[in-house]
């Protein structure tokens, strides 16, 4: 067994807070601030993955205008960014050891022609290498952690597809085996995966649910029973320390969140699936 850092009097100071918590002991940017601080280097890098979340969309922005604001929580500069950008242009061997595989992938797949005219869904392609960048992390915590949201969110938004009349396969991003099967499987009524996939009754029963902010709501009780779950026999270390980032990111959603809000995100997934349709097969 490899040695783990222990964080006995960091993660004893830690406050206690629950999934029904009304009040936030500290923002994710302010724990974000005290982990900077805390961490060794090892692990500060494996917390990185969390925070690439930030990145990604902060890409997205400088891609379209350079001068665009960009979110502190993500690992990268603006100035890292922009020389990432520059270095897939050339085609670099080599970028910045602090730019993830994936973001070099991405930024040649953007900036050539036959991309930029094949109506790509840009954040979905995104997603899609971030998730698969997550799972291939040598944390098991970690992999597992990125493994189970694609695979909540691949079958919600596969279900929710359906619903709607849409195609379920486009809207199914990154590449496991769940994913793969389902895309295989796209007209089944369990999409192939009922028996291979533990929590797919859960899932079911999850986008049954009628209220849409009490359906989001389950959603990420769920998501926080498996951290505690799977966090066990984790006290001092790295993975009880991502565990309650985690949470920490939850709560601090569902704080800030109303159920008019909840509607209007529901309402913007709707939307985007639309869109994705309406957009041509590629010749």
Not at 16 to 44: G, H, I, N, Y
Not at 76 to 105: M, T
Not at 239 to 268: D, H, M, P, S, T
Request: charged residues 30%; glycine residues 4%; negative net charge.
């Amino acid at each position: 067994m490899l040695f783990k850092n222990q964080y006995y009097y960091f993660v004893s100071g830690l406050p206690d807070f629950s999934f029904d918590s009304t009040k936030l002991p500290f923002t994710v940017e302010e724990f974000r601030a005290l982990l900077d601080e805390e961490l060794k280097p090892a692990d500060k890098k494996l917390l990185d993955i969390y925070f690439f979340s930030y990145d990604n969309r902060n890409l997205l922005e400088i891609l379209k205008n350079k001068d665009a604001a960009i979110n502190s929580l993500g690992v990268l500069s603006r100035h890292e960014i922009i020389e990432a950008i520059d270095d897939a242009s050339y085609e670099l061997v080599k970028p910045n050891e602090k730019i993830p595989s994936y973001y070099i992938q991405f930024i040649q797949t953007w900036l050539s022609d036959e991309a930029q005219n094949s109506g790509q869904l840009w954040e979905d392609l995104l997603s899609s290498l971030y998730m698969d960048y997550g799972r291939e992390t040598k944390n098991s915590l970690i992999a597992r952690w990125f493994e189970l949201n694609l695979n909540i969110g691949n079958v919600l938004s596969a279900i929710y597809a359906r619903k709607y009349g849409m195609d379920a396969a486009r809207v199914i991003v990154g590449n496991n085996e769940i994913a793969k099967t389902m895309r295989l499987n796209i007209n089944a009524r369990d999409f192939g995966i009922g028996q291979e996939l533990e929590y797919f009754d859960t899932l079911q029963r999850l986008s049954e649910e009628g209220d849409i902010y009490e359906r989001e709501r389950k959603t990420d009780k769920f998501r926080w029973e498996w951290l505690e779950e799977n966090t066990v026999f984790d006290y001092f270390d790295i993975e009880y320390i991502f565990a309650y980032l985690c949470k920490l990111q939850i709560l601090e959603r569902w704080v800030g969140l109303n159920a008019e809000e909840g509607e209007r995100v529901f309402r913007q997934l709707i939307e985007r699936l639309k869109n994705e349709i309406e957009i041509p097969e590629d010749n």
